[in-house]
């Protein structure tokens, strides 16, 4: 019994067909196809029950497969044992926002790459929510506000932001001073989040409305300098726009609180010391100025969920 036979069974029975796990994998579908006959001819049971929808675990496959997942996690906790100080092998998944991404996370997981040439790494770059677990991803970068959940999250730095618009919108409807005057401008939003301010010491939530609505600040960005509305965004969005003049800032008065990256992973007792690297290479970034903030926060532990409002 081979120990990526077992771990390409994990994967496909994660990820619901053979397809989707030779994508995670970075495999052929005839790999995985030769792996899982090899795994089960040698335990002589059946493990999957394959159709044109996919394949579903059997009887002996439900009871297999987490087995099987502990044995990979247990192999992988001797490998790192094993390894020379600093060396890192095997396959880091990591799912990252799309709006800036690549731009301020890609470099540091080059960087990351380059220092450890035996370990692969693999991103994808999106906005939408990532369910880590049943979509089988080592850890995502997230960022905004995060919520309680059984996700384990590590903050690596502050997001700054602030409600801009731009000088045409506000000719025409003037600028909202308080929060509570939201309520009468058009609010360009990812979805149905809250956006959070202070008034003095205190954090007031409101909960903005808007008939235009993108998963993507960039996409948001661009809508605010056509006039549709006011948006809370990013400093790293909105710096071009608001050098040009594109966009203004508004409501100076109650900016709102720091937001947050995270290196957010699902819950266990110690992390990959992949995750880790990645976790301290994300810190060394957010203390060199300038990236999204010009102040550096402390980096805490916390249990987590994905954000409320983030990109």
């Known amino acids: 019994m081979d120990i ?23 495999v052929s579908k005839s790999i995985v196809s030769r792996r899982l ?16 929808r996919g394949a579903a675990l059997t009887e002996a496959g439900a009871t297999f497969r987490d087995y099987a997942a502990r044995v990979c996690a247990e192999i992988d906790v001797a490998r790192e044992t094993m390894l020379p100080a600093g060396e890192l092998r095997g396959r ?17 997981l080059a960087e990351m790459a380059r220092r450890h040439p035996h370990l692969h790494i693999h991103t994808c770059y999106s906005d939408r929510f990532v369910d ?24 690596v730095g ?30 360009l939003m990812q979805g149905t989040e809250s956006w959070q301010f202070m008034v003095g010491d205190e954090i007031v939530t409101v909960r903005p409305q808007g008939r235009f609505k993108a998963d993507n600040a960039v996409a948001l960005a661009a ?33 709102p609180p720091p937001a947050g990256a995270y290196v957010v992973r699902p819950p266990g007792q110690h992390p990959a010391r992949k995750i880790r690297v990645l976790t301290e290479l994300l810190i060394e970034y957010f203390e060199r100025p300038p990236h999204f903030a010009t102040a550096v926060a402390k980096p805490r532990t916390t249990r987590s969920s994905e954000p409320a409002s983030a990109t």
């Open 223 to 255: 809508a605010a300098a056509a006039g549709l509305g006011v948006a809370w965004l990013p400093d790293c969005v909105t710096h071009d726009y608001v050098a040009s003049g594109a966009l203004v800032p508004v409501m100076t008065h109650h900016p």
């Open 158 to 187: 502050p997001i700054y932001g602030k409600l801009v618009a731009s000088p045409d919108y506000i000719k025409a409807h003037g600028s909202p001073e308080k929060p509570e005057e939201l309520a009468d401008h058009q609010s």
């Open 37 to 52: 006959f090899r795994l089960e001819a040698d335990l002589g049971v059946q493990l999957l029950a394959r159709s044109t």
């Open 132 to 155: 880590l677990i049943a979509e089988g991803y080592d850890c995502a970068i997230r960022v905004g506000y995060l919520q309680d959940s059984n996700l384990i999250a590590r903050r």
């Open 4 to 26: 990526e036979e077992l771990r390409t069974f994990v994967e496909v029975a994660d990820a619901g067909g053979v397809s989707p796990a030779a994508l995670r994998l970075g």
């Open 92 to 108: 880091l998944r990591v799912a990252a926002p799309l709006s800036f991404g690549p731009s301020h996370f890609a470099p540091v």
